[in-house]
């Protein structure tokens, strides 16, 4: 099973907010990724880095910021949350070149 | 662009049959393809990846393979398990370097007991 955390798992937080979604992995991969999930959707790639200080906007347009600033660590911020942005945020990482990607467990998160 | 397809989107069972997955994509021209499984509320964890120049892979009871001139893969579950029921989700990287996976909707099957 792939080492890769993302906390916290489920997040109720009300419109205005500013949130961090964490997202960590023991396996010293170089690349990581963000994608956004809506039930029954597919998943969309919004933040992609290729490693320390890399970072690079996905496919699907987020309000949303990503840093690496530490090759484990991937965190995406919110800086003013919407119900729009309610949806499930999956991290995943993958060593450098086109290789498998190894997905975290996910933060759903819901903006009332 | 990329568009992959997964059909039926949902799939329902008895205990031990052997079946099968389709996914099938628009852009012959990929680097590799993987499948996924996730559970309601959770990540998704990786099953197999196929790189294109690879007809097949397998590991357990699974075994997908790859057509790629004809868009096309499957995966093959032998001797299905209620504990096999989740959603089965293909995605691809198409050539060219680009870091992004196309995801299918997924299917979620249901294996009765």
């Known amino acids: 099973e792939a080492d890769i955390y993302q906390t916290p798992r489920y997040l109720v937080i009300g419109t205005g907010k500013k949130i961090t979604l964490e997202c960590s992995q023991t396996?010293?991969?170089?690349?990581m990724y963000w994608y956004q999930q809506d039930p029954g959707m597919e998943l969309h790639l919004i933040h992609y880095?290729?490693?320390?200080?890399?970072?690079e906007k996905g496919d699907l347009s987020s309000e949303s910021t990503v840093s690496r600033i530490r090759t484990e660590h991937f965190p995406l911020t919110l800086e003013s949350a919407r119900p729009s942005h309610t949806s499930q945020y999956l991290c995943?990482?993958?060593?450098?070149?086109?290789?498998?990607?190894?997905f975290g467990p996910g933060t759903r998160l819901t903006v009332l | 662009k990329q568009e992959v397809t997964q059909i039926p989107a949902a799939l329902s069972v008895p205990e031990g049959e052997n079946l099968v997955l389709n996914c099938s994509f628009t852009d012959s021209a990929i680097y590799n393809l993987q499948w996924f499984r996730q559970d309601p509320g959770k990540g998704l964890t990786s099953l197999l990846l196929i790189q294109s120049s690879q007809r097949e892979q397998t590991s357990g009871r699974l075994n997908a393979s790859l057509d790629k001139s004809s868009g096309r893969s499957t995966l093959y579950i032998a001797a299905s398990q209620p504990g096999d029921s989740a959603t089965y989700l293909c995605?691809?990287?198409?050539?060219?370097?680009?870091?992004?996976?196309?995801f299918g909707k997924g299917m979620k099957l249901t294996v009765n007991p």
């Open positions: 995605a691809v990287r198409s050539q060219g370097g680009s870091e992004k996976l196309v």
């Open positions: 995943a990482s993958s060593e450098s070149g086109w290789n498998e990607q190894f």
């Open positions: 396996m010293g991969h170089d690349k």
């Open positions: 880095s290729y490693g320390v200080n890399s970072t």
